[in-house]
């Protein structure tokens, strides 16, 4: 059975850093793509970072530049998302989800991705 469980959200003010976990169990060993996704209130959910985990590959959206990282530990099967300078703007609830063989890249398709956290509240103060 698949199983993402996100945890590491919490309250920051402006210039904060949080690291996001997601751990995860029942995949097998092949390459998946593992993704970081946010919505906040009145906004639609989207994607903010990506890593396929058989290469490392990663991707960011353009407003994570520079200031998220995603990375991951294999040994305790588990993705990161290291937040730097964050902004009031970054408030929004994160999830992290998995695409298992649609793809063979990092990416922020939502409908490839079959497999969701139940989520983790960032909420960032000025």
């Known amino acids: 059975q698949v199983q993402l469980v996100e945890s590491g959200g919490g309250s920051v003010q402006a210039g904060g850093s949080l690291r996001l976990s997601c751990e995860t169990s029942?995949?097998?060993?092949?390459?998946?793509?593992m993704a970081w996704f946010r919505q906040a209130p009145g906004r639609e959910r989207e994607g903010v970072a990506a890593i396929y985990t058989s290469n490392d590959h990663t991707r960011y959206a353009d407003s994570a530049k520079g200031r998220l990282a995603i990375s991951q530990d294999k040994a305790k099967n588990t993705v990161y998302l290291q937040m730097n300078s964050l902004e009031p703007e970054d408030t929004a609830m994160y999830y992290c989800?998995?695409?298992?063989?649609?793809?063979?890249?990092?990416?922020?398709?939502?409908?490839?991705?079959?497999?969701w956290g139940q989520g983790t509240q960032v909420t960032v103060s000025s």
């Open positions: 029942g995949f097998g060993s092949g390459g998946i793509c």
């Open positions: 989800a998995a695409d298992v063989g649609s793809r063979w890249y990092p990416h922020f398709t939502q409908t490839n991705f079959a497999y």
